[in-house]
């Protein structure tokens, strides 16, 4: 089991409306335990502070936010993870992206980014239902293997 923690960042949902959490939940397969959901507002520390707990004190496998990758002076979830990372791990980001751009050229506008911090992979998805599924789908097969690789696995 892939121990997974879903952070929403937005200032308006609640558990009750965030749609794009909700859309995570339903992708993930039997292989992934689902330990924290939890919503934050466009706040750098306190996106930080919920990576860190995830990572550190939950031990999370994988940590997967939504929203905060666009453009407006709230959105700040990728420079955040850069905060708490110790790793880059571009290629899944761009992987997301250029996915996306068959379905839309928006998809070019998300700065969601994906890193390492020790042993936990972090993803930064779109804040959209429809971007968070898609870009979800685009990589959810390659996770398996890079948790794998994380925890001394072979390529």
Not at 76 to 91: F, L, S, Y
Request: charged share 25%; proline share 3%; net charge negative.
């Amino acid at each position: 089991m892939i121990k997974t923690a879903i952070l929403t960042v937005s200032s308006t949902r609640t558990e009750k409306n965030d749609e794009s959490g909700k859309v995570l939940k339903e992708i993930l397969t039997d292989d992934f335990e689902i330990i924290e959901y939890d919503i934050v507002s466009d706040n750098e520390n306190s996106i930080i502070e919920q990576l860190n707990f995830y990572c550190d004190s939950q031990k999370a496998d994988l940590v997967l936010t939504n929203g905060g990758t666009g453009f407006s002076e709230s959105d700040i979830t990728p420079e955040a993870t850069i905060k708490v990372a110790d790793k880059i791990v571009p290629g899944i980001s761009e992987l997301i992206r250029a996915e996306g751009i068959k379905i839309t050229k928006r998809a070019a506008l998300s700065r969601g980014i994906s890193a390492l911090k020790e042993t936990t992979l972090i993803i930064n998805l779109p804040g959209s239902p429809k971007g968070a599924k898609e870009s979800l789908e685009a990589i959810i097969d390659l996770i398996p293997h890079a948790i794998k690789m994380i925890n001394g696995g072979g390529h």
